[in-house]
């Protein structure tokens, strides 16, 4: 059960830094496509979150908790799922608005409320479902403004929608490894897990770049300048989520992030000029009540 109402102000940072880094990321798809763009965010960030381990070690005085196979083994499943969604995200975003491509990977609350429920046997309260509701139904009135809209841009609803399952699959699987590890600081849990799983991505996208795309590797290497920023609001984002996660179950974490969406239209509009229209405007009230039901019901 969620730990007080702290995974709510955690949340919303983590969702600030990961809509900077998505925007950050959607700007290097042209010069290193979507597999070198999504490798800034793991290759980048984990330098940042070996620092953040080290310096929670040294200011605790903790010492480093053992890991199980069972740890091992969901991080390994979160860490390839989000290498496979955030690629999936990431080619959306070369067919779509940057805020649509974000808002149909938000499917992934309702997603999650399942998928938590089947692995971790987390239910949804009434709340939850209602809040659940509303966001999707917002998320669907961003990402989609007609059938015959739908039916002619089915490529990028699709890669939305599977990102969004393998986000969903992230999610459980990364929460599944934090409140496994033995340890009296659910802060370090969160910091060893996030560097285990983003050594893990880093390696795996690192020999794919290798064996079948040279060019985008050399691109990641030339453009390191425009990707550190991108991957220190990557691991902070990370850090955050995976804190969220050990204070609270996965779907309230991850509908109130929902808020991102609103976020991602403020970006949109101050750094891509892509004015929201009023659909998307009723879509982002939407999302806001939903967000406002889960910190009421927190309180």
Do not use: C
Request: proline share 4%; charged share 10%; glycine share 8%.
């Amino acid at each position: 059960m969620a730990v007080g109402g702290v995974w709510i102000p955690v949340t919303l940072l983590a969702s600030t830094a990961q809509t900077l880094r998505n925007a950050m990321q959607r700007d290097l798809i042209g010069a290193l496509g979507a597999v070198g763009a999504a490798q800034v965010r793991f290759l980048f960030g984990l330098p940042f979150a070996v620092m953040f381990l080290v310096g929670l070690l040294t200011a605790t005085g903790l010492h480093l908790p053992r890991l199980t196979a069972v740890n091992l083994a969901w991080t390994a499943f979160g860490a390839v799922s989000q290498v496979i969604a955030t690629s999936l995200m990431l080619a959306a975003m070369r067919t779509k608005s940057f805020v649509v491509a974000v808002a149909y990977t938000k499917t992934e609350a309702a997603q999650i409320a399942l998928f938590g429920l089947i692995a971790l046997n987390d239910p949804p309260t009434a709340a939850l479902v209602a809040a659940i509701a509303l966001a999707t139904i917002g998320v669907a009135l961003m990402a989609v403004r007609s059938r015959k809209e739908l039916m002619a841009d089915w490529r990028s609803a699709a890669l939305g929608v599977f990102s969004a399952t393998f986000f969903a699959f992230a999610a459980v699987g990364f929460r599944s490894a934090v409140i496994g590890v033995d340890s009296p600081s659910q802060v370090l849990s969160a910091s060893v897990i996030l560097v285990v799983g983003l050594a893990i991505q880093s390696a795996a996208l690192g020999l794919y770049l290798a064996a079948f795309d040279r060019p985008g590797a050399r691109g990641i290497v030339g453009a390191w300048r425009s990707s550190l920023f991108a991957g220190f609001m990557g691991a902070l984002a990370s850090q955050l989520w995976f804190v969220a996660f050990a204070l609270s179950e996965a779907a309230p974490v991850r509908t109130l992030a929902l808020i991102e969406v609103p976020m991602a239209q403020v970006v949109s509009l101050k750094m891509f000029r892509e004015p929201p229209s009023l659909r998307e405007g009723l879509g982002i009230s939407l999302i806001v009540i939903a967000a406002g039901i889960l910190v009421w019901t927190a309180r």
